[in-house]
């Protein structure tokens, strides 16, 4: 991308990356600048957070998913989701045990599989099965098994009755799923924000990622949690003591803020992305049910180097999310209108 970025034709148009482009709503960036001010802002937090912001975020759970969370067992703060990816794989897996991840999937996953010293196994995804595991497939003695609705880079929301399929399935392997809800709120057509802590018996068997990253724009303030299943909760908690010292208070002052004040900014953005994804439906076909990408199966002959050499135009190719990936690209909603309808123009050719 460099590369083609620095040589001749028009500007590139990068569509490759989930960075969203617009940021926290007035409110959440003026709680940060006011803590910030104090002059006792600037020490060590606490590595375990605060305990208003795990209460804000178990309060948004009760009222938005229906899950009811304790506050002090159930929610650990970390700094951003990506690292508690990575982070998890380190609690639950012991060197040369199995992980299952999704294929295709987030590729961030394997890494903290890699550093656990653990084995991974891939949990085939089809479009034919609406994205969801063959649970009958999956090997029976596994550390844990990572799932991700809406899905990160397929763009599909949670089949129905997975989440009950993915809880009957580690109760009786005894595997403990992670499931990663980034794009919680950011789902199209009418849908609703599905929890899979809303299962019953989930909670005994797993626990999920929220991130505030994409629901409310906070992508480099680097905050997030894991919540659910009380001894993982706490064994992210242990790690964390030994790795930081805490998140930067004013950020968590201002993931307050996010969480317990206006929540209009949530569904601006929603409604901001579902519009883009109909322009990219209607110009290439590209599918997505939620998050800020769409998922497209390219044309014979068309690649994700082609669409940059051929259109100056940059998707994210599909084997980069795993080997079922192949012959696909994911394209990104995050960023202005007008780049998003120029780059439209130059590659629905390819991909009609």
Request: proline share 8%; glycine share 10%.
């Amino acid at each position: 991308m460099e590369a083609a970025a620095a040589g001749p034709g028009e500007p590139l148009i990068d569509l490759s990356r989930g960075n969203p482009e617009v940021g926290p709503p007035p409110h959440v960036v003026d709680a940060l600048c006011a803590a910030a001010r104090r002059r006792t802002a600037h020490g060590y937090a606490s590595p375990l957070g605060l305990p208003q912001l795990k209460e804000a975020l178990a309060e948004r759970y009760r009222s938005l998913y229906g899950v009811e969370l304790d506050p002090e067992r159930e929610v650990a703060v970390v700094p951003g989701t990506k690292t508690a990816v990575a982070e998890l794989a380190l609690v639950l897996a012991d060197s040369g045990r199995k992980v299952v991840l999704p294929d295709p999937g987030y590729p961030d996953c394997l890494s903290g599989v890699a550093l656990a010293g653990a084995r991974v196994e891939r949990a085939r995804l089809d479009a034919a099965d609406a994205y969801a595991p063959d649970f009958a497939s999956l090997p029976r003695e596994a550390a844990a098994l990572y799932l991700n609705y809406p899905s990160n880079p397929c763009a599909i929301c949670a089949p129905p009755g997975v989440f009950d399929e993915a809880v009957h399935w580690a109760e009786e392997t005894g595997t403990v799923v992670v499931h990663d809800l980034a794009y919680a709120d950011l789902v199209f057509d009418g849908r609703e924000p599905h929890s899979f802590l809303a299962v019953p018996g989930s909670k005994e068997v797993g626990v999920e990622l929220y991130s505030m990253s994409k629901t409310y724009g906070m992508a480099g303030w680097r905050l997030g949690f894991v919540v659910g299943n009380a001894e993982v909760v706490a064994r992210i908690n242990l790690l964390t003591t030994h790795l930081r010292s805490g998140v930067f208070r004013p950020v968590q002052e201002a993931g307050i803020a996010a969480l317990s004040g206006p929540q209009d900014s949530v569904e601006a953005r929603r409604a901001r992305y579902e519009a883009r994804r109909d322009r990219v439906a209607a110009a290439t076909g590209a599918r997505s049910e939620g998050t800020f990408f769409t998922w497209i199966r390219l044309p014979e002959g068309v690649t994700a180097g082609t669409l940059l050499a051929d259109s100056r135009v940059a998707v994210a190719p599909g084997e980069g999310f795993g080997a079922r990936g192949t012959g696909w690209a994911r394209i990104s909603l995050a960023v202005p209108d007008d780049a998003l309808d120029a780059a439209l123009e130059r590659i629905a050719p390819a991909l009609s």
